[in-house]
């Protein structure tokens, strides 16, 4: 099954810096989504990568699909409180160009913190 | 659109008793998910509906659980004889699938258990 791993685990970073968060997936990734939890709360999307190379930004985030490496990167400029968060990655297990696609596995989240 | 919305947000029952969610997702969506999440883990999928149809179920998901969407429109996801085990966040998330197009995921709130 598509397994997908998220480092770091958790992060905790100052006010103003950059940071990058990473996904890796044992499998050939079709497509990848970005998605950011608060506490307690449901999923919000954030974005959705389909082509290798791809890059898009919202806002201060950025995330990069690299399919030859199976990897996605998602990049926050100069956080800010607001960023805090569980950020999660999430693929679909089968290829998308087939039409079979069913469900987003996702992996484990990452725990960021923003401190003043 | 209003989103996706679920109900009730919070549920306490004692072990044995039977609880049901509801899930009502965007109107336009012809696809429905039910994922579970626990604590510092990322949502497991649980089922998916396309319209009407149960399309697929977890081999996770028990015999105790059972999951309905009688018109294609909202969804109720049912655990009978709860145990301690089944504490957890119970998400719904729906989407407009078109074929080959992999569209987000959007996702409620959550409905959080706790099973004492």
């Known amino acids: 099954s598509q397994e997908l791993e998220q480092s770091p685990q958790s992060l905790i970073v100052q006010e103003g810096k950059n940071l990058t968060i990473n996904c890796t997936s044992s499998?050939?990734?079709?497509?990848l989504y970005w998605y950011k939890q608060k506490y307690g709360e449901g999923l919000i999307f954030l974005m959705m990568?389909?082509?290798?190379?791809e890059e898009k930004s919202h806002e201060k985030i950025t995330a990069k699909l690299d399919e030859k490496k199976q990897q996605s990167s998602l990049h926050i400029t100069a956080s800010q409180p607001s960023h805090a968060g569980i950020y999660l990655c999430?693929?679909?297990?089968?290829?998308?160009?087939?039409?079979?696609?069913?469900?987003?596995?996702f992996g484990t989240g990452t725990r960021l913190q923003v401190t003043l | 659109d209003t989103g996706v919305s679920q109900n009730p947000r919070h549920k306490i029952t004692k072990r044995g008793q039977n609880v049901t969610f509801r899930c009502d997702p965007i109107s336009e969506h012809n696809r429905l998910y039910w994922y579970r999440q626990t604590l510092g883990q990322g949502p497991e999928f649980l089922t998916y509906f396309q319209n009407e149809a149960q399309l697929e179920k977890s081999r996770l998901l028990s015999d105790r659980f059972s999951a309905e969407r009688p018109k294609g429109s909202f969804s109720t996801l049912e655990i009978q004889r709860t145990e301690q085990g089944d504490s957890a966040m119970y998400l719904c998330?729906?989407?407009?699938?078109?074929?080959?197009?992999?569209?987000?995921?959007?996702f409620g709130n959550g409905t959080r258990l706790t099973v004492t």
């Open positions: 999430g693929a679909y297990k089968e290829g998308l160009n087939t039409g079979t696609a069913s469900k987003l596995t």
């Open positions: 990568l389909q082509k290798g190379g």
């Open positions: 499998k050939t990734l079709y497509g």
């Open positions: 998330a729906s989407s407009l699938w078109g074929g080959r197009a992999g569209s987000p995921l959007h």
